[in-house]
Every structure is written in C-alpha cells, then in structure tokens.
C-alpha cells in the first residue's frame, strides 16, 4: 500500500507549482490565484509552511477554517497540495512562553524572536508543541482529496544548525552515553589525555562554546553529528505523527542543495520523496555547474529515485549583497537542468510575490507587476511545456563515475588546527565540475557500499575514512574500478585519529605508496627590504608538476603537498620544483583487474581537465557531448534520461545542432536548430554523441549575449 503511494506521489506529468501563502492577502484575492495557477499550468502548491502563528494563535487554540478554505478551492481547480507542518517557525507567543527554547551561539549569546527558525532543536518545549501541531494537522486533513504529501518544517538547520544552551549540553551528553557507554570510551575516542581534558564523569561534557584555544577536535566533530541527528530527531518525531495518522501519504521536507549543516546520508533513508531548495547565483558564469553537483546529489541521495525541485527563484533573491536576476531564459534552463538530473517536479518560493516582510523582493511566480511581464511570461511557458513530458516521470539517469562525499571529512577539514586551512566544497566540487564538463553525470557515493559497478571513482579529500570506506575502495579497485584518490585522504579515522606508519591505512597497500609527510605550499611574502611583512594573498602558492598526463607535460600545483613514498606503484608526475623537486606527485598501480590512483596535491583546473580525460579513457567510459564553448564564452550539457537527451546551452553564443530527433518542446526536428543562450532541446529517442552537438555561433557571426 505505501509504495502505491510513493509512486502516487509524483504526477502523471512533472510537478510543477510553489509555495503558496494565501494567508498573506485578502480572501478575495484567493479565486485569483487559482485562476491564474490553472493558466500557468500549476499542479501543485506547497501551502502553510510559515502558518503557526495564524493556526495556534494561541496555545493549544486552533483556527483552521481558513486553511479548510485553501485546500478547497485548491481542489476546486485541481491542484494538488504539499501540506506542510507549518514548524519550521515558531509564533511570538511561543517563545514568550518558552523563552529556554530559543537557541544559544557558541559565544552564548541567545538568539531573540522576531525573524524564523528560532528554536532549540533540542527543546522539549519546541518538540512536545511542534508534535501537537502536526497531529492537528494530520488528523483533520489526512483524507483531504487534495493532499498529495505531507511536507516536514523547513530547511532543518538553515539558521539554527547548532545550539549551545543548556538543552542542548543535555542532550548532547545523552547522545554520548549512547555511543560510549561509559566515559572511559569516550576519553579514549577524543583523546582526552592531550591538554588535561580527561572526563570523569559525563555530567562534566559541556557542547564546544567558545574556548581559548583549539577545542578538542573530536569533541567537535561528535557535536557536528550530534546536531545533525538533533535536527533529524524532529523530523522523525513529526514523521512518526503524519505515519501513524496517515500512513499512506509519503512525507518530505527541503534540503538545501550541497548543505554543511546536516549529514544528508543519514537523514535520506527517512525521507520518502527527496526534495530541495537551491538558488544558483545568476551573476555566477559558473553557476550552473554548483547547481549540477547539487542536483546529482539529490538523485544520489535517494539512489537514483526521482526528486523534486521544491523550492527556486524566478528571478532576483535577497540574500546576496548585489541580488542580479536571471536572464532572460535562465530559469528555464536551470528547471530543466534539474529535470535532465532526476527531477519529476519544478517548484519556486514562492506563488505571489509578497507585498510586505522580509522577503518582498524575493521573486516569485506572479511577481509585484502581475502577469504582463517578462517573468509570468517564463513561468507560463515553462509550466505547459511540462505537461508535454509525461515519458520522463521516474525515468533513470545513468552515471558511469561516482564522487565519494563523505560529511564527516567535511566537518573535520575545516576544524582549525589543520596543516592548511582548507575548503571541502573548494577541493570537492572542481572534480564534478571537470567531470561535468566533460560531459559525465556523476553519482555521489558514501564510499562504503558495494563501488563495483562504477569504472571511475573519484575519491577527494576523503580526511576520515572509515574501515569499511577503506574496504570498498579496494575491492572496487580489485574487482576492476579505476579509483583515484586525492591528497588528504585516510589521513584519520573516524574518532580523529591518526592512520599511524604513512597515514593511508589499507589504502597503502592498494596505492602502492605511503605518505612520509605533508608539504603545505606557503604563500609568497613581501619583502620591502629584507624584512619579511605578510604573505601575499595576491600570489598564490604554486609548484609546477611535470607528467605526459597533462597538456604540454606540465602542470600547476596548487596549495599542497605531500612526500610520498613508493612501494610498488608507477609514477606519472613528479614535482618539478621546490622542497620536493623530482618526488612523486601522481601515481597509479594495477591492482586486480583494475587501477588504484594517488594525487599528491591539487591541482589548477586545467590540469584537472587532462586528468579526468585520461582518467575516463582509462575506465574505457565513453562521453557524453558537453562541450566548451571557446574563448570562456561558457559550455553546453548535454545529460540522457531514460530515452531522451536534454542538450541546455549554458554559454553566452547560440549552438546548432546537428543531432537527429524530435526536440519535444517546439515539435520540431532538431537537426540544424539553433540554441540560444540559455536554450534547450529535449530530444526524443536520440543519444547524443561527440557529433551531435554544434558549432558555436562565432563561426557563423553572431554575437555573444555574456556581459
């Protein structure tokens, strides 16, 4: 029964709709909406996610006749609804009732009512009235004919994805003792005999507020998974509500593209329908790659079931200093890049744009000049256009090459006390990004389940690896996968210890190598007379690295490095300069059946480029037909999802195209059809290959539409 309803969760044809406040405006506006709704081919409205206070206006008092009136007419006009628990902000009234709910910074300042998000994940106050409200909600509108998924708070962690206060010390402690049992394993695990931090009992752990130095660093990576799992308490305890009241109807709630503040591995096998939020910068050229590595995350979250795109903008948002719109033909593009990655639905915050509060020049669906305008214009197209593509829904999106994203390296990398200060998405997001470019969809991988049916791992910066990580890597490299791992990697295990005797663990013996040390690269500094000042943020650290792997023999390093030792590996690239001038930089052993890669640094994107080729002709994968427009004028992807290739022109010329098929947007051919800027095709029943793509608009006179 729930899987019929799972499936019934998704639409004959692709969602598409937004969140929808009717509570905003006047009742004589509602009628309006769903008017317009119907012409914009809207199907389904996200409703009551900021609600509390109009439903609860006071405790344990409830007002739900206007929320009955929404859903009606919703039905009326046969819009589906994602009813939302309406949790994800308390009312005023609340947190004047429990002023101890209201979340702690680490400096221990608590955070005042009067914006959203601010509770305590840990209150019981927050959880015991979060749960009153979504049985509420579930007992009356359970069998409301409109209801079609149940939709979870809001953006779990977005303000709020720690707290510090005393709820919290508590529950942390609880959280402790269920994981070490007794205090004796816990000293063992944060090491507690450096710096005289040893426990003797529980009740002596406080969360890590501010310290005067380094704060233990275990200490703090249980804390980053304990708030994670906070979070995810009071996701499951309203889920447990909504399954007992209404068992059938599959629940959600928003994720927020590539987040730090939650470890979504954890949090997706509770989640019926993945969903997310993400607003690409439009004045980022390279915006759209960010917005493909969150969009393969999704559809590798719930392995590789159909997502949905809930929340995007139509055009500016407000959370940026300069907030640029998109161009003209951006947010269509961007929807169905979404689509082409493994979404069966496209929703926007939100339906109306508001007229007054924080948000009110955030854009929407109907925005504050109404429907003659470009936006409306947009919106409409795009929502008929989705009715014609009812053969995507829960089609699969093939990858041959995985990324293993692991959030613990994550949250450690970036503790202080590293031998550089690093960026995990910084050092992560450049190897999807060459793969992207290059014309691959990438899955996202934990890196402990069964890798074998990848010919290409890309293992970056997994810090903290875990045994059975380790184990996985090695049987895939065995069993005939190429992994390649980058520098970092294995360096600790998952309580921050070190991998003693050339870090790397198991991995030493499937890379053929072992580290001796690690080589920062420093940053130039100026030198007014022969007194050292600052380094020089305007020279970045660089080594050059010679190999036949890169262009021209040569590469540049970036940042980092690492001595590294050669057991019984090949090496492919050495450093051609400084401290460890003619040492190893890159590697690769045969092991098994297949191959096992070691970067010794990292590398500047070009380099990454000639890599990831060799790489992918290596894993004998063959590519797609993403392909750079020349002279930065930006590039086309090209993604298969089931029977149909989408080919979105991200660049600022027009492309022609010269595969055969019929593009099922317009109805037309789609050989020699021109794609515009911000263009797309969907092209049924032809695969795009290397010749199916174009030649770029330059050559035939035109003139780029980039700034």
Known sequence: MREAAMRSAFSTTPWYGGDYNPEQWPESIWPEDVRLMK??????????????????????????????????????????????????????????????????????????????????????????????????????????????????????????????????????????????????????????????????????????????????????????????????????????????????????????????????????????????????????????????????????????????????STGAVITRPENAPKAPGQMRALSYQAMARGADGILFFQWRQSAAGAEKFHSAMLPHSGTDTRIWREVAQLGHELDRLPQLMGKHVPAQAAIVFDWNSWWALEQRGQPVESSYLALVAPWHAAMTRAGMVVDFVRGDEDLAAYPLIIVPNLLVATDPQLDALDKAANSGSTVFVTAQSAILDESLHVRLNGYLGKLQQTLGVWIEEFVPLAAAWQRPGSIPVRPDASIPPTVEVLGDVFSGGRATALGWSEAVRIQDAEVKARFGQGHLKGMPALTRRSTGNGAAWYLATRLEPLAMTDLVHTLLGEAGIVLNAATEIPDGEGWVETVKRGEVSFVINHGCVPVTLTARGTDLLSGGPTAGMVLESQGVAVIEHQAITSSAYLQPSSALGEQSSCP
């Open 39 to 312: 012409a914009a081919g809207v199907n389904l409205a996200t409703v009551g996610v900021f609600s509390w206070a109009m439903l609860e206006p006071k405790e344990n008092q409830y007002d739900f006749e206007w929320l009955d009136r929404t859903l009606d007419n919703l039905h009326t006009g046969n819009i589906r609804v994602d009813l939302a628990t309406a949790t994800a902000s308390p009312p005023p009234w609340f947190s004047l009732a429990y002023p101890e709910s209201l979340p702690v910074t680490a400096d221990g300042v608590r955070l005042a009512p009067g914006s959203r998000q601010t509770y305590c994940p840990s209150s019981p106050a927050y959880r015991s009235a979060a749960g009153r409200l979504a049985r509420k909600l579930a007992e009356r509108y359970g069998q409301h004919p409109a209801l079609a998924l149940w939709h979870i708070n809001n953006e779990y962690g977005c303000h709020v994805a720690r707290c510090y206060c005393d709820e919290s010390a508590a529950a942390f402690r609880r959280w402790l003792e269920k994981k070490y049992v007794d205090v004796d394993g816990l000293n063992h695990a944060w090491g507690t005999a450096f710096w005289s931090q040893r426990y003797g009992s529980f009740a002596e752990v406080l969360p890590p507020r501010t310290t005067a130095a380094f704060a233990n660093p275990t200490q703090l990576l249980d804390f980053d998974r304990f708030s994670s799992d906070e979070l995810l308490g009071c996701f499951l305890a309203e889920k447990a509500i909504l399954r007992e009241v209404t068992p059938d109807i599959p629940v959600t709630t928003n994720f927020m593209g590539v987040f730090r503040g939650a470890d979504y591995w954890q949090w997706a096998q509770h989640v019926d329908v993945i969903s997310d939020d993400l607003y690409p910068d439009p004045a980022d050229p390279d915006a759209p790659l960010g917005a493909a590595m969150a969009r393969d995350l999704m559809r590798s979250l719930g392995r590789g079931k159909p997502w949905i795109l809930m929340e995007q």
